[in-house]
């Protein structure tokens, strides 16, 4: 079973910049994608991002494209998530998944990290 675990958020302020890490270990072949969610108290956990494990290919939730930017290192064994420009809203806990394929990870992972607290100020 894969395992994940997130890093890297923080308390930081609007307009700030804020790069989360994802270590990935265990993976096996039922894993070729990666995703990146977040959950803000009281609402639906939410899709931001995806990356292919191997090919790179990318999948961004309307509501980040152009801020928020997926990648993961050459080893394949760490994931980021870089973010622009934070807002207040971008508060919530940050989360990395792992599933079978892009558009299925992007939906309903089979696995989680435990999540990465990041707060934005005004």
């Known amino acids: 079973q894969v395992q994940l675990v997130e890093s890297g958020g923080g308390l930081v302020q609007a307009g700030d910049s804020l790069k989360l890490s994802c270590a990935t270990s265990g993976r096996t072949f039922s894993e070729n994608a990666l995703a990146w969610f977040r959950q803000a108290p009281g609402k639906e956990r939410e899709f931001l991002a995806a990356?292919?494990?191997?090919?790179?290919?990318?999948r961004y939730a309307d509501s980040v494209k152009g801020r928020f930017t997926v990648s993961r290192d050459n080893s394949g064994n760490l994931f980021y998530l870089q973010m622009r420009n934070l807002k207040p809203e971008d508060t919530a806990v940050y989360y990395c998944?792992?599933?079978?394929?892009?558009?299925?990870?992007?939906?309903?992972?089979?696995?989680w990290g435990q999540g990465t607290q990041v707060t934005v100020s005004s």
């Open positions: 998944a792992a599933g079978g394929t892009l558009d299925v990870t992007a939906k309903r992972p089979n696995f």
């Open positions: 990356i292919s494990w191997s090919i790179q290919l990318t």
